[in-house]
């Protein structure tokens, strides 16, 4: 297959390795992953904060980036987090209705058909669960609340970490509450924010994990600063960076947040 490649905002500017990952994951399963130089924010960043008009100019400019997946120059589109194929799936043409735009509308719904979190495409579009991975650490996974009720990916994530080879897939109390980053939400809610993030933080530490596992960044920053703060000495990855990890091969992305010195640190 030919898969187009949306990095998301954090992934460009924060946290490439996600990203990097997902291209080697799939290079590896023998596809080819193009990447649309034109694409920038999906808009939800505006949109959950009520600025409509400037996130329909985003998916405008998102839609006219990833068009070319209708008419056959890609097979499908991949993103490397839940949030935003989420935002893409539903809150896009939500926008593009607002603002008065119908055509819009319903390019963003056929844009959006073809667009698939990592686990949605590995799974149910290659069929695999099996990518060849090999990680030999205790692994915790928090699914992450759009990954988890909007992208709606279930235990798509599940089934891709315990088949890879040596990984030790520990269950995380209280799994399914939300860790309290929420975009914005963690800035104008910062108390409220911070104890749902403490409450997190106990959960993952009472696992004993080497490592917190998510399909998304920003909620992994979140937790990930948690967690450096008390000098835990647990990783953070995202998902696709143990998929992509092999025995000959282990991955290693340009970044890694360092989880006990708070800060990005080249590798």
Same mark, same amino acid.
């Given at each position: 297959m030919r898969i187009a490649l949306f990095a998301t905002c954090i992934g460009d500017s924060m946290f490439p390795q996600a990203p990097?990952?997902?291209?080697?994951? +799939? !290079?590896?399963?023998?596809?080819?992953? &193009?990447? #649309? $130089?034109g694409q920038v924010c999906c808009g939800q960043m505006h949109a959950n904060t009520g600025y409509f008009k400037q996130a329909s100019a985003l998916v405008a400019n998102h839609v006219r980036t990833f068009e070319p997946v209708l008419d056959g120059e890609w097979?499908?589109?991949?993103? /490397?987090?839940?949030?935003?194929?989420?935002?893409?799936?539903?809150?896009?043409?939500? &926008?593009?209705?607002? &603002?008065?735009?119908?055509?819009l509308a319903r390019r963003a719904t056929e844009v959006a058909a073809r667009t698939y979190d990592l686990p949605e495409l590995l799974v149910d579009v290659l069929g695999v669960t099996d990518v060849g991975a090999y990680f030999p650490h205790r692994v915790t996974?928090? #699914?992450?609340?759009?990954?988890l009720r909007i992208t709606k990916v279930g235990d798509r994530p599940y089934r891709l970490l315990r088949a890879v080879e040596a990984l030790t897939l520990l /269950? +995380? /109390? $209280?799994?399914?509450?939300c860790c309290g980053f929420g975009g914005t939400f963690? @800035? *104008?809610?910062?108390?409220?924010?911070?104890? @749902?993030?403490?409450?997190k933080v106990s959960n993952v530490m009472s696992t004993q994990a080497e490592v917190l596992c998510m399909g998304d960044y920003s909620c992994l920053m979140h937790v990930g600063g948690g +967690?450096?703060?008390?000098?835990?000495?647990v990783r953070i990855m995202? +998902?696709? !960076?143990?998929?992509?990890?092999? *025995?000959?091969? /282990?991955?290693?992305?340009? &970044?890694?947040f360092a989880a006990d010195t708070q800060e990005a640190t080249p590798r």
């Open positions: 990097q990952a997902t291209v080697t994951i +799939l !290079e590896r399963l023998g596809h080819e992953v &193009v990447f #649309p $130089e097979d499908a589109i991949v993103v /490397p987090s839940g949030s935003c194929t989420g935002a893409t799936r539903h809150e896009q043409a939500q &926008v593009a209705e607002h &603002v008065g735009n119908p055509s996974y928090h #699914p992450t609340c759009h990954s /269950p +995380l /109390p $209280e799994e399914e509450v963690s @800035m *104008k809610n910062h108390e409220t924010s911070t104890a @749902m993030l403490a409450d +967690l450096s703060r008390i000098n835990s000495g995202h +998902l696709a !960076e143990i998929l992509a990890s092999t *025995k000959d091969q /282990p991955f290693h992305g340009n &970044v890694s």
